[in-house]
């Protein structure tokens, strides 16, 4: 319209006529102090966009005109607009005050006022709120569903290092980096998506700190009046002090859990080292006295002397150079200027910084630790003595490289002591058990026989497997025993417990069957009589002793004869044995279980079987097949395969069962005896039936000289025939029945005289006016061994001489 005022004229006599000044006045002194009455703002178009900009708002809330006309007022205002926001960030105790300019046939536009709160009184509820958000300890944030910063109190600045004006709009990636920070700003996008809070935990270093902190961060949805999602809140508060405390429960708590699984001192050293890496330290060194890992203990008052030590375990977080890595059997001895040789001195637990010149000078003397320096960046140690019950047993050497930025720490060394001394403990148990289970490994083989027993008419192959898995020696045990008349005794047995007892008792078990076996008992009688000791042996325990380790054990024995080609066998609730016939086939004896020694006087029951030539028969504890692993019924079938397979000899027939079947870490023990049956020649044998009749004393004189001329045992037929003489002549004076003479030749050259008689003759010394009694004594004279065993016939008495090799050939 001609002669109209353009639309800023129009606004300054408007905000003349409102307010009686303009907007655009000099500023006095006077209005520093001004708080108590209305100041003009600013005047927003229709639009809402800033017209004009007064001096008095620069002012108040410290924007140019420059900075702020043409930008829209709510740029200005919190976000509720009710309260004006300096140029700071910070929410002013102003209310907003907007009222009509102009009206539509003027141009439309709006006065925009500032109305300060009254002195002395609250101030409004949004500039309480303003207030908490600026000054909260904790750290508090907005960010948009972009996730890039709106607002972040103070807290959160001086924890990031960067005032709210260099965050705000940017992402927190963008000045923060780190693993960390990728994942909280996944989750704020998460949350400004899906509207449902998020928390999490990450330990982080940030710009302007030294360590890196814990912090638990939670992120939640702010919502507008219609429930929608229009930023995101996150606060996060420092845990470190809880974090620390909390990782060191969580660190002893997995050392209880996991050190000392094993009574091995080089398991129970791996154990520890795999707590500690990488959860607590990028590497560990853990050397020991060579002599603990022997189970003894290193001398003491020998700080003088230099230590033979071993490195038990290491372990780091990343994979290690060669020049790093000590060699398990390597025996070393640590530089003196080295920490581990003043812990091994007496000397308590180090922290130190790499960089410490006695620490640099122990480096160069030690190429092998400084190999960490050099290849990561190692920057401080802890150095720990491993003692138990005051005696040193070795020392631990941990590491933290520059990718764990925080070096070692007070606390840390505190941690490094309580774990070490937790695994001292251990470690001191694992060599106790290892004495102790040398000591009886020692004493169960020092019991056993030392070499296979040569014998004519059998082949034997043994083993004995102690076990392994942590567990201590136990009392299985087998023995060959040579009978007279060429048989062999052969026996297994399994004692209850381990350790020395069980050997002892082993021992003593053995001796018990060596003794009934040598007067000749048959299976089933011997059982019997070592039934009844073993019974005898406990009612001789006091009532508080502990059970004694024969009761429940199992045995079984049998007796092979060679002429007969016949086994006799029994058992006391031991596993019955397995028979290989030649072609390959297999088959489990057929015996009666029988109950184990000293649970009661059942009796016994024997079984008698043929062994043809080259059969096999097995003899074996139930630790070879038996396992928690399997089944016993698949154990068993996997052993008639394993003893079917064919071998070049009957020793690595042996080991080869025992390497199919014995499981690597199996906590019991294993015996095995293995016996490839042979007959005895028919010419190595002669027998003959006497008639009750003294002339035939004479006639069995020559028949005994004819078959050692035919033997080519000439040497030996005047001692032959005196005790053929002697012991035929009894038999007819004192025995009934049909009487046999037999004449055997093996290692020995052995003659019996059976009868039908059940009573025994008794060596006795003749007084010089007897006219008997001196037959027994003469033959005890003149044989090797001599003595008596009975048959279902009656009995029979053998007297046995020694021959040379060749003769026996």
């Not at 489990?588 to 279980?593: E, F, I, K, S, Y």
């Amino acid at each position: 319209m001609k002669g109209a005022l353009p639309l800023g004229e129009k606004i300054r006599n408007a905000t003349m006529d409102r307010c009686g000044e303009p907007p655009d006045r000099p500023t006095h002194p006077r209005d520093e102090a001004r708080t108590d009455a209305s100041v003009t703002i600013a005047v927003q178009d229709a639009g809402g966009r800033v017209a004009y900009w007064t001096r008095d708002a620069q002012r108040l809330l410290g924007h140019t005109p420059e900075e702020i006309v043409g930008k829209p007022l709510t740029d200005l205002l919190s976000l509720d607009g009710r309260t004006f926001r300096h140029r700071d960030g910070r929410l002013l105790g102003i209310r907003v005050q907007v009222s009509p300019l102009l009206d539509a046939e003027r141009g439309a536009a709006s006065l925009v006022t500032a109305v300060p709160t009254s002195a002395g009184r609250t101030p409004p509820d949004d500039t309480l709120i303003q207030w908490m958000f600026e000054q909260h300890p904790r750290v508090l944030a907005v960010y948009d569903t972009d996730a890039r910063a709106v607002r972040a109190n103070k807290a959160a600045a001086r924890v990031a290092g960067f005032s709210d004006d260099h965050v705000r709009g940017r992402r927190i990636t963008e000045f923060l980096q780190g693993p960390g920070f990728n994942e909280v700003e996944r989750l704020i996008l998460r949350v400004g998506r899906t509207g449902v809070p998020e928390s999490a935990e990450h330990v982080v270093a940030l710009p302007r700190e030294n360590r890196a902190h814990a912090w638990a961060v939670d992120m939640f949805p702010l919502r507008d009046g219609d429930d929608r999602v229009r930023a995101v809140g996150l606060t996060a508060e420092d845990y470190s002090a809880e974090y620390n405390s909390r990782r060191r429960l969580a660190l002893m708590s997995k050392a209880r859990t996991r050190i000392g699984m094993t009574l091995d001192p080089v398991g129970t050293a791996r154990e520890l080292a795999d707590v500690v890496v990488p959860r607590f330290a990028d590497f560990i060194g853990i050397d020991v006295h060579d002599v603990v890992l022997q189970g003894s203990l290193p001398p003491r008052g020998s700080a003088a002397e230099p230590a033979r030590l071993r490195r038990a375990a290491q372990r780091g977080s990343r994979p290690l150079p060669p020049d790093a890595l000590r060699d398990a059997n390597d025996v070393h001895t640590p530089p003196r200027s080295s920490p581990i040789a003043r812990c091994l001195a007496g000397g308590g637990a180090e922290l130190r910084d790499l960089t410490d010149p006695d620490i640099v000078r122990w480096l160069r003397e030690d190429p092998l630790h400084a190999a960490h320096v050099d290849a990561f960046g190692a920057h401080s140690m802890i150095a720990a003595p491993i003692r138990a019950h005051g005696v040193v047993l070795g020392a631990v050497l941990l590491f933290r490289y520059a990718t764990s930025p925080d070096p070692f720490g007070p606390e840390d060394l505190i941690i490094t002591e309580d774990l070490v001394a937790r695994a001292a403990v251990c470690l001191d148990n694992a060599r106790r058990f290892v004495h102790e289970r040398g000591t009886a490994l020692a004493l169960q083989r020092s019991l056993l026989p030392s070499r296979p027993t040569v014998h004519p008419t059998v082949e034997t192959a043994s083993r004995y497997v102690p076990a392994h898995g942590g567990a201590s020696t136990g009392g299985d045990w087998f023995d060959v025993i040579p009978l007279p008349g060429a048989r062999i005794g052969l026996v297994v047995g399994d004692v209850v417990g381990h350790g020395i007892s069980a050997s002892a008792t082993m021992g003593r078990l053995r001796m018990a069957v060596r003794t009934l076996a040598d007067i000749d008992l048959p299976p089933e009688e011997l059982l019997t009589h070592l039934d009844d000791i073993v019974t005898h042996s406990e009612s001789a325990q006091s009532e508080d002793a502990d059970i004694p380790g024969e009761i429940g054990a199992t045995c079984l024995y049998a007796v092979y004869n060679p002429v007969s080609r016949t086994c006799a066998l029994a058992r006391a609730g031991h596993p019955a044995p397995i028979l290989v016939h030649p072609d390959g086939t297999t088959q489990v004896v057929d015996l009666p279980a029988g109950p184990p020694l000293g649970l009661g006087s059942l009796p016994f029951e024997a079984t008698e079987v043929t062994l043809p030539e080259g059969s096999l028969l097995a003899l074996f504890t139930d630790g070879l097949y038996a396992s928690r692993d399997r089944d016993i019924d698949e154990g068993m079938l996997a052993l008639r395969q394993a003893l079917a397979r064919p071998a070049p000899s009957l020793t690595e027939l042996c080991d080869g069962v025992v390497d199919t079947l014995r499981p690597s870490a199996d906590t019991d023990d294993v015996a095995l005896l293995l016996i490839r049956a042979r007959g005895l020649g028919r010419d190595r044998l002669a027998s003959w039936k006497l008639p009750s009749d003294p002339a035939i004393v004479a006639e069995s004189r020559r028949r005994i000289r004819d078959r050692l001329t035919a033997w080519e045992l000439e040497d030996a037929a005047f001692i032959t025939e005196l005790v053929v003489s002697e012991l035929v002549t009894n038999a007819i004076r004192h025995a009934t029945g049909p009487i046999q003479l037999r004449l055997i030749k093996d290692q020995t050259l052995t003659c019996e005289v059976s009868d039908g008689s059940t009573i025994s003759p008794h060596l006795r010394r003749a007084r010089l006016s007897d006219e008997g009694g001196r037959g027994l004594l003469l033959v005890a004279q003149l044989s090797e061994r001599w003595g008596t065993r009975y048959t279902p016939a009656g009995k029979t008495i053998w007297a046995e001489q020694l021959i040379s090799p060749d003769s026996a050939a």
